[in-house]
């Protein structure tokens, strides 16, 4: 079982920044996938970064350049930081993490939200 939390979610004007955080809890591998996704209003839920073990993370063209997916393995946190923001960038934001082999479990975080407006 893991259990994810995250923080960091506002409102912040076009052109700012803003850091989100996840806490993941429980039976937490390196090995296990954690991603960012985030869901914008009344749109499907889309992928926003990942990162699997011994591999960069990977982004969604619309962010490449402008947000960045760090994990930190010892502490079991992931990090957003997402800069150069836009109105198109607000949505819930939400921490994913997937483990197992020929069984796979999915976890979701319960969201944080991110609103880019002037």
């Known amino acids: 079982q893991v259990q994810l939390v995250e923080s960091g979610g506002g409102l912040v004007q076009p052109g700012g920044s803003l850091n989100l955080s996840c806490i993941a809890s429980?039976?937490?591998?390196?090995?296990?996938?954690m991603a960012w996704y985030r869901q914008p209003p009344g749109k499907e839920r889309e992928l926003v970064a990942r990162i699997v073990w011994g591999d960069a993370a990977k982004y969604t063209d619309s962010v490449k350049g402008r947000f960045t997916m760090s994990r930190d393995n010892k502490k079991n946190t992931m990090q957003l930081q997402m800069n150069s923001l836009k109105p198109e960038d607000s949505a819930v934001y939400y921490c994913?993490?997937?483990?197992?082999?020929?069984?796979?479990?999915?976890?979701w975080g319960q969201g944080t939200e991110v609103t880019v407006s002037s």
């Open positions: 429980g039976s937490v591998s390196p090995l296990n996938d």
């Open positions: 994913n993490l997937v483990q197992g082999l020929a069984i796979k479990t999915t976890y």
